[in-house]
């Protein structure tokens, strides 16, 4: 083993740089929306770029399986009913998403486990809808970055006001009142 004091192992964890609260991680963008550094502009391009992408690419599949429909020839109302149906599921899949951006699901309110797991047939459909709300979330920031800055400055906060409070060994303040009694 190296006795490089600049060198450490692996799989030790690297000690925080405060004793404050961490950010969260956000997929795509790490930390780096914290201080908007480490190419964060770059990675939201390619994050909006990317689901345009996607969206594009799932929309050309699911073209296909509309032309599976008229060759089979099932009619003009069979169709129509197809694409009402990919409309609304992408539709409600973009508010799902948009919704999820900006607030925490309520436990057992409205997005409780048995509510997700029911909806998550129609978010699947809906994958457009989803893949859209990513890339207009990108163009403005980092998508959930509001949600999470918001909540790493109220962690940040409520951190200051406990560490002010204290105003050290609570057994020298009690000694110091007895002398001054005393």
């Given at each position: 083993m190296d006795d490089d004091p600049q060198t450490k192992p692996n799989d030790q964890p690297e000690p925080a740089a405060s004793d404050g609260p961490q950010p969260e991680p956000l997929r795509f963008f790490g930390t780096t929306?914290?201080?908007?550094?480490?190419?964060y502009a770059l990675r939201r391009a390619g994050v909006a770029?990317?689901?345009?992408?996607?969206?594009?690419?799932?929309a050309f599949v699911l073209r296909f399986g509309f032309q599976g429909l008229s060759i089979a020839k099932v009619g003009t109302f069979v169709g129509l009913l197809v694409v009402?149906?990919?409309?609304?599921?992408?539709?409600?899949?973009?508010?799902?998403?948009?919704?999820?951006?900006i607030r925490r699901p309520e436990p057992g309110g409205r997005g409780s486990d048995a509510a997700a797991s029911s909806a998550q047939g129609i978010l699947l459909i809906g994958f457009i809808g989803t893949l859209l709300a990513y890339c207009v979330r990108a163009l403005v920031e980092a998508p959930g970055e509001k949600l999470h800055r918001a909540e790493y400055e109220r962690a940040r906060e409520l951190h200051t006001r406990r560490r002010s409070t204290r105003a050290g060994n609570p057994a020298a303040r009690a000694a110091a009142k007895k002398r001054k009694r005393g």
């Open positions: 929306w914290v201080h908007h550094d480490g190419g770029v990317g689901a345009l992408a996607a969206a594009a690419a799932g009402v149906a990919f409309a609304v599921c992408s539709a409600l899949a973009f508010r799902k998403t948009w919704e999820g951006f």
